[in-house]
T-cell receptor, first 112, second 112 residues
């Protein structure tokens, strides 16, 4: 039974399109995160939500909008996709902030 | 400015020998450190952690050492096994920041 799941696993799309990535955790955790791993393998935090409330918003373009309908879900919507958005996006969750984080399998986004 | 650095992108070790993975950090406010292991096409999985009040934490074959004065931590795996072959990330967090900063990873290959 997958603890942190992401859909889709792969996403290939054209520049300028709008796309969403979904994340769900069944661990009962309060905090969820989105990370981006770029071509240089840097794993950088983008957003964090605690009990559906945004607590971390790094310097991410406002084309990226996270949405947390409930504690178990944190979706990432990306508008007007650009080539530089190509990366692997990981969702993660933890019981409290700054506790051990459990990662999803990643979504590989390729913008053409 | 990269606050967490893993200067060795790769490491090869013979099965049964010790693997030592290193991590340096620049922010003296970091007080909690994690090591994650990542297999291809999967998300990172938590391995071991250490708080700044300790200088060593051990869990089976895995030991993490923290040298606060040198701002250095290391992960020792002994004995190394082929199944340990993966990318290892260290991550650090400063109290009150609610986030982890990740290193760029070290690819460990354990040779049978």
């Amino acid at each position: 039974d997958t603890a942190v799941s992401q859909t889709p696993k792969y996403l290939v799309t054209q520049m300028g399109n709008d796309k969403s990535i979904k994340c769900e955790q069944n661990l009962g955790h309060d905090t969820m995160y989105w990370y981006k791993q770029d071509s240089k393998k840097f794993l950088k935090i983008m957003f964090s939500y605690n009990n559906k409330e945004l607590i971390i918003n790094e310097t991410v373009p406002n084309r990226f909008s996270p949405k947390s309908p409930d504690k178990a879900h944190l979706n990432l919507h990306i508008n007007s996709l650009e080539l530089g958005d190509s990366a692997v996006y990981f969702c993660a969750s933890s019981q409290f902030t700054v506790e051990t984080q459990y990662f999803g399998p990643g979504t590989r986004l390729l913008v053409l | 400015d990269q606050q967490v650095k893993q200067n060795s992108p790769s490491l090869s070790v013979q099965e049964g020998r010790i693997s030592i993975l290193n991590c340096d950090y620049t922010n003296s406010m970091f007080d909690y450190f994690l090591w994650y292991k990542k297999y291809p096409a999967e998300g990172p999985t938590f391995l071991i952690s250490i708080s700044s009040i300790k200088d060593k934490n051990e869990d089976g074959r895995f030991t993490v050492f923290l040298n606060k004065s040198a701002k250095h931590l290391s992960l020792h795996i002994v004995p190394s096994q082929p199944g340990d072959s993966a990318v290892y990330f260290c991550a650090a967090s400063a109290i009150g920041t609610y986030k982890y900063i990740f290193g760029t990873g070290t690819r460990l290959k354990v040779l049978a």
